[in-house]
Every structure is written in structure tokens, then in C-alpha cells.
């Protein structure tokens, strides 16, 4: 059964969900906004992977008793670990309606876009951290980390969300989306790593430095705006891009409450030193 929702608004938009009965959405803790009576909310440290969104019929001794309890509870916290380590919540929030038709509201928390996935199980998404903001139990939240050069010198890149399964799951994003192909482009984009919002599975993701070590890449770095590094998307599949990336916010935000360090030039200056 498909997941009817809309997204409404504009520079801040929210998801409105309509569950139908047998249907259950679970969204990252902070992202909820408003339910109809009918709706219940439970919240679980535990995700569909990790069995927090099966914990209803996965007791018995059809799941080998305390064996299977205790398998339950040992992935409840292997998931609870790997989002505590990335900087995630612990929680999530499920919303079941109870009797007919039931109303959730989503929403993220940065002015900006959302969007509605819908995963046919055989290519997984992959999003920037705090993109999450709900989807259906069908679908598997997990943690993706970037591993070597990549994830050191990617910043927002180095943790990813990673989403599998069938179902829909929004995301949430800052300023305005833009989708693309790569393949529509040579096959190889790039972009200031604080960008990327989200892509399908077979898409490369990777960092690379700007420039050279030359005049030309040290004035890139120091003075271009984008630091030391870009992330570049090689492949065919969707990816999905912001128009405003949480380092420029804060930079707007430190500026005018007079806090500005980096001064005219951006680049390297351009840090979050008080």
C-alpha cells in the first residue's frame, strides 16, 4: 500500500501524511509536528532494521523465545551504537492510526525543500546526515560511514543515511533542490561537499582536492569559498542537491549577529572560530 502524503509550503516545508489502517510511519525524534486523536506515538530506540519497528509481533516462540529476544535487544543496540557515533538521535518516534484514516505531520529543521523517495527494494538511497525525516516501517533506516581518504576529507560525507526496503522516505534538505544525472554530464559532477543531499545506489561518491599544488589551488582554497575539497558523483542515478549548506547558514547567521572572523575572503578563512 502506497504512503499517501503531500508536501506543502514553501522556505520551510512539512510532509502531511494520511495513514491508512495497517499502515505504520516512524520519523527521527524532533521531526514531528502534529497527529489527528485516532493516531498513536511510540517511542522506540530501535529502528525496522535493527527490529524497533517489528517489536509487536517479533516476541513468541516464533522468534526462539528468549534467544530471539535477546538476538532483538543485541540489534536495538549494535543500531543504537552506530547512531550515537555518527551524531544521530537514539530515538524514533512510530505513529500507527487506530480505527479509519489518521493524520502525521513531518517536518524538517533548516529552511528548505523535502522530498518523498519511493524505494522498490532493489536500489537503496544513500543522504547527508539529518536529511532523514520519515518513512514507512517497510523501509530500513541504517548508517553508512565513508571510510579512507573519502571520509576524512569529505566533512558532511563522512557519515551517511543509508535507506533499503519498500516504501516511502522523506528527506529534508536547506534552500532549494535541484535533481540531476551525472550521466547527463559526462558522467562526473562536482560540487561543494555540503551540498549533496541524497543518491541512489551504483552513484561514486568521492572527494577530491581543489586544484593542484600550485599558485592557482592555493588561491582556489584560500580565497575560492570552497576550502581544500569538493565532492565529486560519478555514474548513472538520480542525486539530489541543496542550494544552501548549513556552513554558509551559520557563516550569514555569526555575521550578522556581528561575529564574523573570516572577513571578505571566504575559503580557508572562513571558519567557525569565536
Known amino acids: 500500500m502506497t504512503l499517501q502524503q503531500e508536501i506543502v509550503g ?31 506515538m511510540e517511542t522506540r530506540l530501535g ?29 536495538t543496540a549494535v543500531q543504537a551504537g552506530q547512531r550515537a557515533l555518527a551524531g544521530e538521535s537514539l530515538a524514533f518516534q512510530y505513529f500507527t492510526t487506530q480505527g479509519g484514516e489518521g493524520t502525521v505531520g513531518f517536518a524538517g529543521v ?50 551517511l543515511e543509508k535507506f533499503t526496503g519498500r516504501g516511502t522516505v522523506i528527506i529534508a534538505g536547506a534552500g532549494n533542490f535541484i535533481d540531476l544525472n551525472p550521466a547527463d ?5 562536482e560540487v561543494d561537499t555540503g551540498c549533496v543531499v541524497a543518491f541512489e545506489e551504483g552513484i561514486q561518491y568521492g572527494v577530491q582536492r581543489v586544484g593542484g599544488l600550485n599558485r592557482q589551488g592555493v588561491m582556489n582554497a584560500v580565497f575560492g569559498g ?11 542515478g538520480r542525486v539530489i542537491l541543496q542550494s544552501l549548506t ?29
Not at 12 to 39: D, H, I, R, W
Open 185 to 189: 554530464f559526462g558522467g562526473r559532477v
Open 10 to 40: 514553501n522556505a520551510m516545508q512539512m510532509a502531511v501524511v494520511s495513514l491508512q489502517p495497517g499502515q505504520t510511519v516512524y520519523c527521527e525524534a524532533g521531526k514531528f509536528l502534529f497527529k489527528t486523536t485516532n493516531v498513536t
Open 110 to 159: 533548516l529552511p528548505g525543500e523535502m522530498r518523498a523517495l519511493e524505494l522498490d527494494g532493489r536500489r537503496a538511497w544513500f543522504a547527508e546526515k539529518d536529511a532523514f525525516v520519515a518513512a514507512e516501517s517497510t523501509v530500513d533506516f541504517g548508517i553508512a560511514f565513508q571510510g579512507g581518504r573519502t571520509g576524512r576529507s569529505g566533512g558532511e560525507g563522512f557519515v
Open 226 to 236: 570552497e576550502g581544500l575539497s569538493l565532492a565529486t558523483l560519478e555514474g548513472n
Open 47 to 75: 529502528g525496522p532494521s535493527g527490529g524497533g519497528g517489528q517489536q509487536s509481533q517479533s516476541g513468541g516462540s516464533g522468534s526462539g523465545g528468549m534467544g530471539g529476544l535477546l538476538r532483538q535487544a543485541m540489534g
Open 246 to 274: 548549513i556552513e554558509s547558514l551559520a557563516n550569514a547567521l555569526r555575521k550578522a549577529q556581528g561575529g564574523d572572523k573570516q572577513g571578505p575572503t571566504g575559503g580557508l578563512f572562513s571558519t567557525n572560530a569565536q
